[in-house]
């Protein structure tokens, strides 16, 4: 089984930055995905920024080029920086980890774990 923990989220003005951070813990031999998915009211959930444990990430179109996800050298904690925040960016955004591989990492269907999520207000 594997934990998750999320922090960093707050309220920002738009155009600022904010990072969230998600520290995973238990059998943490297992994932080989980890991603940042979000979710705004009456919304469904979105990936917004994946990455493979070995190499690589993938992000939306709404984020690419302003959002950056990183794995620590330990690969336990994953990061999203968050660049040029907009309004839109408002949301509930969850940390999600797979045990074993998908080629989808932005699809939140393909994990198995989750954190409680951290709330992030744009304005």
């Known amino acids: 089984h594997v934990q998750l923990v999320e922090s960093g989220g707050g309220s920002v003005q738009a155009g600022g930055s904010l990072r969230l951070s998600c520290a995973a813990s238990g059998n943490t031999n297992s994932i080989r995905n980890m991603g940042w998915f979000r979710q705004a009211p009456g919304q469904e959930r979105e990936g917004v920024a994946g990455l493979y444990t070995l190499g690589g990430s993938e992000y939306s179109d709404s984020v690419k080029g302003r959002f950056t996800i990183t794995l620590d050298s330990a690969g336990n904690t994953v990061y999203l920086q968050m660049n040029n925040l907009k309004p839109e960016d408002t949301a509930m955004y969850y940390c999600?980890?797979?045990?074993?591989?998908?080629?989808?990492?932005?699809?939140?269907?393909?994990?198995?774990?989750w954190g409680q999520g951290t709330q992030v207000t744009v304005s």
């Open positions: 999600a980890a797979k045990a074993g591989f998908t080629y989808s990492p932005l699809s939140a269907k393909e994990y198995n774990y």
